[in-house]
């Protein structure tokens, strides 16, 4: 193929402009092989995960790289340039050896349905501008409930950009549903709540209650063991004595698959004490969810059909591109109540089509992504047993690096027994540490080692995980397994590369 001069001409001369056809063909094709050589480099283990930039060094501009906006128009050659510079300075979140954030990975499949999505361009507030995609939620959604387990004439939900939003909602839902005057009278007409949620748990719950004006401090912390997992008499406690200061209890969270941890709540234990008390019962499923689909697996979530909201992100576990995260409802009709306003502009409720359809005044938003086709051309590519087996393989990488740091005397893993999810948590010694008993001291030492490591980790690129500390633990690695195309030798790379960059620290 000829290579083509994009250099004379501009976004102009492309759809729509007069016989725009073929420059708009080439130079979306020049694109595609940008993107299919970011592909490729990025699953091939020879490449870096990334090549690190300080900000003041991106923005002053590395190798012509000018992040500036210009008055008059780039030629499209300049902006092909740019495509893979922003590429090339980005971290490959797809690469095998990248086990820094919980979402990774790169689904072909996936990427085809997120390209054919901004290609289609529509929002999901009407179906008469989305029929389609309305349609494949409606679908998608209720295969989530049934793999839940709740019966056919449950059920309710929206896709949400993001497990926080996805929260969000459950806590909007749970207070409007024990008070709906809210919604027109505002907190002064309802008295102080309470809601209850793990040590463990995710931020994004106390994130809710303040952007809700219910005010993080009335979000009431429960102890946790040392897995990580919720201790059902101490929710049982707390909120006894949440009654007695006079507070509202409504609403309670439980983990499924915390996020450093990985760590389950007993559902079950929970669903009891919400009933007993007559209180929401939510599941944060973002990260535990995807575990439903294995048979070998789901059996940590038992008690999640009891709950009356759960929070899912397929863009975790189950590898689709960002965004794709749902908050399912176990009751009809709660989620159109709670945040319908009814604009007529949308909503016209005399339209030739059944405006039940029309499912975008359930949503806090107005206009919203088509987060929907992607995870659905995902299932019709896999099947249920495609995402079983990748999920199941991800568990298999982390039990693998569990038992082969519980072997080593320069790691040493922060709870004992084997990760019921794919998070293994570990500090490394350095050699001068591994003969020092325990001590303040040394975990004044141990506490610097992380970043150490870190920082060197990412100036040379080769792979990439988090680290935190947590409660009384000072900093340990966090390594979390969603990306299918890592192997065990990969795992065998980040052990060596830890041990290289750490060992004499
Ligand atoms: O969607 C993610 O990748 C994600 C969401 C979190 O809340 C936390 C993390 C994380 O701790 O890696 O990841």
Not at 110 to 124: K, Y
Request: overall charge neutral; charged content about 25%; aromatic content about 10%.
């Amino acid at each position: 193929r000829v290579a083509h001069d994009f250099s004379c001409i501009h976004s102009k001369d492309l759809l729509p402009a007069e016989d725009g056809e073929e420059a708009t063909k080439h130079f979306l094709q020049e694109l595609v092989n940008i993107l299919l050589a970011y592909i490729n480099k990025s699953l091939k283990r020879s490449s870096k995960v990334l090549d690190f930039h300080y900000p003041h060094q991106l923005k002053e501009g590395l190798e012509g790289f000018s992040l500036e906006l210009p008055d008059q128009p780039d030629n499209l050659e300049q902006l092909l340039v740019d495509c893979r510079d922003t590429l090339k300075y980005g971290v490959k979140t797809g690469h095998p050896r990248f086990f820094n954030q919980l979402s990774t990975g790169l689904d072909i499949i996936g990427l085809a349905g997120e390209w054919l999505t901004s290609t289609a361009n529509t929002n999901m507030f009407t179906y008469e501008i989305s029929p389609v995609f309305i349609l494949m939620e409606e679908v998608v959604l209720r295969k989530m409930h049934s793999i839940i387990g709740w019966p056919e004439e449950d059920g309710d939900g929206i896709f949400c950009p993001g497990g926080t939003m996805s929260n969000l909602y459950s806590v909007l839902l749970a207070r409007f549903h024990l008070f709906p005057v809210v919604k027109t009278h505002g907190m002064s007409a309802i008295p102080r709540l309470a809601l209850f949620t793990s040590a463990h748990s995710h931020y994004s719950i106390k994130k809710s209650a303040a952007v809700l004006g219910i005010g993080s401090e009335n979000v009431i912390v429960v102890r946790c063991d040392e897995r990580g997992k919720m201790i059902s008499s101490e929710l049982n406690s707390s909120i006894e004595t949440a009654k007695s200061k006079g507070l509202v209890p409504f609403y309670v969270n439980a983990t499924a698959g915390t996020t450093v941890y990985g760590a389950f709540d007993p559902l079950n234990e929970i669903a009891d004490i919400c009933k007993h008390h007559g209180l929401w019962m939510h599941v944060d499923a973002a990260w535990g969810g995807g575990l439903l689909l294995s048979n070998k697996h789901r059996v940590k979530l038992q008690g999640i059909e009891r709950a009356h909201s759960v929070t899912w992100n397929p863009h975790k576990m189950m590898g689709v591109p960002l965004q794709c995260s749902t908050i399912l409802v176990k009751k009809k009709g709660l989620l159109q109540e709670c945040n319908q306003l009814c604009a007529e502009y949308l909503f016209q409720p005399d339209k030739h089509y059944d405006v039940s359809y029309d499912t975008g005044d359930k949503s806090i938003q107005c206009g919203r992504h088509v987060d929907v086709f992607k995870l659905w051309l995902m299932w019709k590519a896999k099947g249920s047993e495609g995402f079983e087996a990748q999920i199941n393989h991800c568990l298999e990488n982390a039990e693998y690096l569990y038992y082969k740091l519980k072997r080593r005397s320069d790691f040493q893993l922060v709870f004992k027994g084997k990760p019921e999810h794919s998070n293994v948590c570990f500090w490394y010694l350095p050699k001068r540490l591994q003969s020092i008993l325990p001590s303040p001291e040394r975990d004044r030492e141990l506490h610097m080692v992380a970043p150490k490591i870190k920082t060197k980790m990412m100036e040379e690129g080769f792979t990439m995980i988090g680290y935190q500390p947590l409660e009384d633990k000072v900093n340990f690695f966090r390594c979390v397994f969603s990306n299918p195309a890592t192997q065990r030798e990969d795992v065998d790379f980040l052990i060596d590369e830890i041990v290289r960059l750490g060992c004499e620290l």
